[in-house]
């Protein structure tokens, strides 16, 4: 639909002389279009972590390895496709010449289509999961019942708490043990006497358990928002200095819509020796199949974004002064691989880290809705990016002597975007030092299987 209508000159919006011209039918159809999109890519980014996830037997030794190199590669795979997307189709959607803009849409249709194509063809080899209840009718009936139930007494022994004896039950799903945070949930597992066992009248201790994790996991995925605000600032307002640096890398010119390339090269290179040769040799120091535990990934993540947010201020410093002494002879653009280079280091951490977290620490059932909380933070983390944009402007504006904010106008030169991105850098380091609190008071749930890490040595999952 995009492509249509980016080739259809019917379809695109008429010169009006304001900010948005997009009226009637042909709004219409821009917006179907966008939220089409926006639906199938939620679809699958919800999807695709757990269903790759879901082909490796933890219990099989050399599974095991595999899937904790998955996600290593599930971020390998999806920052090569973007590297594509800022590179090679925005080199053809902006070529004037020939006004390819249509022809970077119909790429990216063909490369979803090819996708769609080797999805179908692999089915047949699919290790595919029972579809179960709804885990959000399940976390319903929790809150529900509890709530029903919030006048009752607890129990002795939550051994008296209602669970269905696996004898009796024809689940193969995992129990999960008694734990002690959030007791208020456990009334929903007091069984009234003369009471039949329905699920809206009482529910079982493992599902008390299941919200209980997805709760425990909440305050973490939080502390990521931060990161995400900062990787949308950065795409925004880099663009913006590549305006105005020199963008000349030899003969080659690079377009300022290019530039998000920085980072990814920057995984693409880092990741497979992460995975090939750093995980390996600290793996034989801490028996982790991953390394390291994926929490602390994820704190070292946010650590790097707030080293790179302030190397960000330090370039924008650097580039205003030059920009101002002599306009005609502008700093590299490559001056921003540095801050770009830290973040994409920051994000490679911390993205495969909450996915893998999130995917083991899931009870059954729920491992493609805790998966999405990933990518909820970084729809988050977009959203508060033009909070803060809007919130810092106004607030500066009253407190500046001039009158104006930190983010004024389009003139990088004239505003102070080097102190906006001091705050994200110090916002940051106040944020990992909130995440600490939350992974420290963290309970990673009892899983009793034994995770294999090499031929015939086996580590008991931690707690």
Same mark, same amino acid.
């Given at each position: ?6 080739h259809?000159d ?26 089409l ?5 939620g ?17 099989d ?15 390998l795979?999806?920052?090569?496709g ?5 590179t090679?189709?925005?080199w053809?959607?902006?070529?004037k ?22 999805l ?11 579809p ?15 709530i ?12 008296e ?18 734990t ?5 949930l ?9 009471t ?11 599902q ?6 997805l ?16 990787m ?13 640096m ?31 040769? &750093? ?22 993540g ?17 580039r ?26 920051a994000?490679m951490f ?6 893998? &977290? ?12 805790s998966?999405s &909380? ?13 909070v ?22 389009q ?26 609190c ?26």
């Amino acid at each position: 639909m995009m492509t249509i209508q980016a080739h259809n000159d019917n379809l695109l919006p008429s010169p009006c002389g304001k900010s948005s011209c997009m009226e009637g039918g042909v709004a219409v159809y821009f917006y179907t279009s966008l939220c089409l999109f926006a639906l199938g890519v939620g679809g699958v980014r919800g999807s695709l972590p757990a269903l790759g996830a879901d082909q490796f037997d933890a219990k099989d030794p050399k599974e095991a390895k595999g899937l904790a190199s998955y996600f290593n590669w599930l971020l390998l795979s999806s920052v090569s496709g973007a590297s594509i997307g800022v590179t090679v189709i925005v080199w053809v959607a902006t070529n004037k010449n020939n006004h390819n803009w249509w022809k970077g849409f119909l790429i990216t249709t063909v490369g979803a289509f090819a996708g769609l194509i080797s999805l179908v063809l692999g089915k047949p080899f699919y290790r595919l999961q029972v579809p179960k209840d709804s885990p959000l009718i399940r976390v319903a009936q929790v809150i529900v019942v509890a709530i029903k139930n919030r006048g009752l007494s607890y129990p002795e022994s939550p051994s008296e708490l209602y669970e269905i004896n696996e004898k009796d039950s024809e689940s193969t799903s995992e129990k999960i043990a008694h734990t002690e945070q959030f007791r208020w949930l456990d009334k929903a597992a007091i069984l009234l006497p003369n009471t039949d066992p329905s699920p809206w009248k009482v529910t079982t201790v493992t599902q008390i358990e299941e919200v209980k994790i997805l709760s425990r996991m909440i305050p973490i995925i939080a502390s990521t928002i931060i990161l995400n605000t900062c990787m949308a600032q950065l795409q925004t307002f880099s663009v913006q200095q590549g305006y105005r640096m020199n963008p000349r890398l030899g003969s080659f010119n690079v377009p300022s819509a290019s530039i998000p390339v920085i980072p990814l090269l920057f995984m693409i290179i880092l990741i497979p020796i992460y995975d090939r040769i &750093f995980v390996p040799i600290i793996r034989k120091f801490t028996n982790h199949p991953s390394g390291v535990t994926e929490l602390q990934r994820v704190g070292v993540g946010l650590v790097l974004s707030s080293v790179s947010m302030s190397i960000a201020a330090l370039v924008e410093v650097k580039r205003r002064r030059q920009s101002l002494i002599n306009p005609r002879n502008p700093i590299s653009l490559f001056w921003l691989s540095f801050q770009y280079g830290v973040f994409g280091i920051a994000d490679m951490f911390t993205l495969v880290g909450l996915l893998e &977290f999130f995917y083991k620490e899931a009870p059954n059932g729920m491992k493609s809705l805790s998966t999405s &909380f990933t990518y909820i933070s970084m729809s988050f983390g977009y959203f508060l990016s033009s909070v803060f944009v809007a919130t810092i402007n106004l607030v500066t504006k009253r407190i500046a002597p001039s009158g104006k904010g930190w983010l004024h106008g389009q003139d990088l030169d004239r505003n102070n975007l080097n102190l906006f991105y001091w705050f994200l850098a110090a916002l940051s380091l106040i944020n990992f030092l909130n995440y600490l609190c939350w992974a420290t008071w963290y309970k990673y749930k009892n899983d009793e299987e034994n995770v294999v890490v090499n031929e015939g040595d086996r580590v008991e999952g931690h707690k």
